[in-house]
Structure formats: structure tokens, C-alpha cells
């Protein structure tokens, strides 16, 4: 995942390999994830991944 507003990290986050992967992009958060309602959606974002992949 990453913040809206860290562009320039994105292009670190391009996937590589294989597997398919999915970027996440979180509307109105900064790389420290502090604003309201954004570690909201990073955990809901995390759950689901995890509950998609390992249960």
C-alpha cells in the first residue's frame, strides 16, 4: 500500500516477478498513514488481503 501523495515512492512499488500483486493507493494519506481515517483503511485493506490469502 501507499499514500496518494507519495508518487515518487510508487514507482518502487511497481510489481516484479510472476505473481500478480495489486498496488493500493490510500485517498488523502501521507507515508506515515496519520491521517483521520486512514489506518482505517490501510487495516481493512490488510484484513481482507489476509483473509483472502491465508484462511
Not at 510508487?10 to 485517498?27: A, C, E, S
Not at 483521520?36 to 484462511?55: I, Q
Request: hydrophobic residues 40%; aromatic residues 10%.
Amino acid at each position: 500500500m501507499s499514500s496518494e501523495s507519495d508518487w515518487d515512492y510508487v514507482q518502487y512499488n511497481v510489481p516484479v516477478g510472476p505473481r500478480p500483486r495489486k498496488l493500493m493507493i490510500v485517498p488523502g494519506a501521507t507515508h506515515l498513514i496519520e491521517e483521520p481515517g486512514t489506518l482505517e483503511k490501510v487495516e481493512a485493506h490488510a484484513a481482507r488481503w489476509f483473509f483472502d490469502h491465508h484462511l
